[in-house]
């Protein structure tokens, strides 16, 4: 059997390397700038770096966007309250790595 | 086809009101919604709660639902009895609307199955173009992967449509550059490695959420990693220079005296090399050799002689 050869694929780091505007925001997550605009209001998103008329939105806005949206459909909360569920879901998240890490430690 | 008990699901009987129902809805689907949920089956279990929903908050669907008899089980063979939706006024036509493709087959023998497909047809694919979805899938590398980068294989499952329009379940492989300074919880995207688009729309992308296999001796928090570092008791307290490893290579590090049990000491930079640098950390664990000879009992003697150390003075006794 000929052993397929494959093409290398380079990813990039969305938390770090990649930087959204507001256009390719909307495009990436399906949600119309309105939208986008009302999770800005509660900071379930924020951007990175507003210049007089240009905001920079860090790439893994996409993923808080998407699961604050299945959030309000599933869950019926309203967007103040799926950005503190997502806040939270964050610090779980944080407070999980860090006890692996001390449970590891006292191994 | 199998049968499924949607009062099973939410977990209500079936005299339930629908205000019951309501709330036990609820409460379940905080607690499987997969954003949510850390149980591996949440997916799954928050499907099926949805499609229960659908039917059991609807009273024409429940009534149509409860008429099937009491005596069907959960997973039992089921086929729908002819007509057994006579007489039972559904409104909105085609039954359901929300998310129904994700409904199961049982649900779509009874409540048929809205839209998309059915309104399909040759010209339909022609003429729609939109992007495809973007996939989502988890990669584990090592922590010497995240430190010098790597390119590593990965074999990904996903479902694409055939040409008659039905899910087919594929694998491939894919070459990945790991960039160098990826972390634990951090996504790597590989752009239009998704779903195909429909018509002349571009592919979505494919995002590889990273996790690090277990290692031996680092454990890695954010981008700081840490190192027990065990010392002998004279080590820590007159000082002296280890040796020690790091992902990036063998160091020396220089112990201070009077160095305490779980002191950390960081090497500023040496963890993983992200765009700004984590730290790694050597937390110091002093080591006791064993009384198990002559020798070493007498060295133990010697030193309870010569120090007049009480380590239960805090405790006042």
Known sequence: MAKQVLKIIHGEILEEEIMLSLAQLCRRSSMSAESILEMMEYGVVEPYQASQDKWLFKGDSVSRLRCAQRLKRDLGVNTAGAALALDLLQEIDGMRRRLRRLEQQLK | ?317
């Open chain 2, 1 to 317: 086809m199998e049968f499924k008990d949607y009062y099973e699901i939410v977990g209500v009987s079936r005299d339930a009101s629908q205000d019951e129902i309501k709330r036990a809805y609820r409460k379940l689907a905080r607690k499987y919604h997969p954003d949510v949920s850390k149980e591996s089956d949440a997916e799954q279990r928050f499907k099926e709660l949805g499609e229960a929903y659908e039917v059991l908050k609807d009273p024409e669907k429940r009534a149509a639902y409860d008429q099937l008899g009491k005596n069907w089980k959960a997973g039992q063979d089921f086929h729908p009895p002819p007509e057994w939706d006579q007489g039972f006024e559904f409104h909105g036509g085609g039954f359901t609307g929300a998310d129904a493709e994700n409904f199961s087959d049982f649900f779509e023998s009874l409540f048929g199955r809205a839209g998309f497909r059915q309104g399909g047809g040759e010209s339909f694919h022609q003429q729609f173009h939109a992007r495809g979805q973007d996939t989502h899938a988890k990669i584990l590398i090592s922590l010497d992967d995240a430190y010098h980068g790597a390119t590593r294989a990965i074999s990904i499952k996903h479902t694409e449509l055939d040409q008659h329009g039905r899910p087919q379940l594929k694998e491939r492989t894919l070459n990945v550059q790991i960039p160098k300074g990826v972390r634990q919880g951090q996504h790597i995207r590989l752009g239009k490695q998704g779903a195909k688009g429909i018509g002349t729309g571009e592919a979505g992308d494919l995002y590889l959420e990273v996790e690090f296999q277990a290692h031996p001796f680092y454990q890695v928090e954010g981008k700081d990693v840490y190192l027990k570092c065990p010392l002998a008791p004279w080590e820590a307290m007159l000082g002296t220079t280890v040796k020690l490893p790091t992902p990036a290579g063998k160091i020396d590090l220089k112990i201070p005296a009077n160095s305490a049990n779980g002191k950390k000491l960081r090497l500023k930079g040496r963890g993983i090399p992200a765009r700004e640098p984590g730290d790694l950390y050597a937390v110091l664990e002093i080591a006791l050799p064993q009384a198990n000879d002559e020798k070493s009992k007498q060295a133990y003697r010697d030193m309870e002689k010569a120090l007049n150390f009480n380590p239960r003075a805090a405790l006042g006794v």
